[in-house]
């Protein structure tokens, strides 16, 4: 079934339903009138009339009331928005259809009408609003489950990315570099090797401890960061640069655990760099968000392969904190911006 033929479907039963609705009122406030067909057929053009003039309650509500209402967040204040914009167009539809057809079709005066037909306008709004309930329950019904599908969605793609967090740094080729440099440096530097092992270790820990946590303190995210590239510099020696917050700056905040080493595997990932073109790696905290740029030295990727490390971090920040990150590439800068979140703030 095409949308278009839908669409009429839908628009045919609002006004089988509205002949309902008037005949069976019909029936109850004026026995005797459904049995002169004449005074049914009036009563069918009437219902239907005023019956599409209320159900386009539903294209009213899509197009005005669905942008500024959020059932789930604010469900008090959107009923309230949603019944006054409903009962403002609804009286003009009542009190329109009304004065035309008693004025135009039946040759009653209005005033006439309003004195002793009152229980008609009482009738048209309860009527009004258990249609108005019914639209408002299905948005809240539709708006439930569209957040239940999106949350799981976002709770999967969560675990995910803590799996490939730790899946990325049991990888055979960062152990076996990373075991080499401590295997060159035993024979050296003892000490130094002693040390390499303490932060390789270290950062082991590190992660499996902070994956488990929804956020964790910034300052031992930063300090993961820091063992890695710790890691990064007794490998590659002076091909790049790094700079850290001060300790004071990070204590009121909270972070997805593991995004800014997601971000620092990125960039040794994806980059070419050299002591003669070293690369430079800044973690700042602007206006409580953080963040992480180095200068881009592209290889040959493509950028399916760039981004999922990225993707990992927007699924967990939409999932843990209903926020999003910013990513900024020009200029031969990567940064990504990613929101702060303080100490005793409840999560969004």
């Not at 057809?101 to 009004?128: C, N, R």
């Not at 020696?237 to 593991?258: C, D, H, Q, S, Y």
């Not at 843990?320 to 990504?336: A, M, P, R, S, Y």
């Amino acid at each position: 079934m095409t949308f278009k033929t839908k669409q009429i479907l839908v628009i045919l039963s609002y006004g089988l339903i509205s002949m309902a609705i008037g005949h069976f009122f019909q029936r109850i406030m004026c026995p005797e009138c459904v049995k002169d067909p004449m005074a049914v057929i009036q009563n069918m053009g009437y219902s239907v009339m005023l019956g599409y003039g209320l159900f386009f309650n539903k294209y009213v509500y899509d197009l005005v009331i669905e942008p500024f209402v959020s059932w789930l967040k604010r469900p008090m204040k959107s009923l309230g928005i949603a019944f006054g914009i409903t009962t403002i167009y609804s009286t003009f539809v009542i009190f329109f259809t009304n004065w035309f057809w008693f004025s135009f079709m039946q040759d009653l005066p209005f005033e006439a009408f309003l004195k002793y037909h009152k229980g008609i306008w009482v009738t048209e709004f309860v009527i009004l609003y258990f249609i108005s309930l019914w639209f408002y329950a299905r948005a809240f019904f539709l708006d439930w489950k569209n957040e239940f599908k999106e949350r799981e969605k976002l709770k999967r793609e969560a675990l995910s990315a803590k799996y490939d967090v730790l899946k990325s740094q049991v990888n055979p080729h960062f152990l076996f570099n990373s075991l080499n440099v401590a295997g060159s440096l035993v024979d050296k530097d003892a000490a130094t090797a002693k040390k390499f092992l303490s932060q390789l270790s270290g950062m082991y820990r590190d992660i499996l401890e902070l994956q488990e946590d929804d956020l964790v303190p910034l300052q031992r995210e930063v300090k993961l960061a820091e063992r890695y590239l710790y890691l990064q510099e007794m490998r590659f020696g002076k091909a790049f640069n790094f700079e850290l917050p001060a300790i004071a700056r990070m204590t009121p905040f909270l972070i997805v655990p593991l995004s800014v080493q997601i971000l620092m595997e990125n960039a040794f990932k994806h980059n070419r760099f050299s002591s003669e073109n070293p690369m430079n790696i800044e973690i700042d905290i602007e206006e409580e968000h953080l963040i992480v740029r180095n200068n881009r030295y592209a290889q040959n990727q493509t950028v399916e392969s760039l981004n999922i490390g990225l993707e990992n971090i927007k699924g967990r920040y939409r999932f843990l904190t209903g926020k999003e990150i910013e990513i900024l590439d020009q200029n031969g800068i990567f940064e990504v911006r990613m929101p702060l979140v303080k100490e005793g703030v409840a999560m969004v």
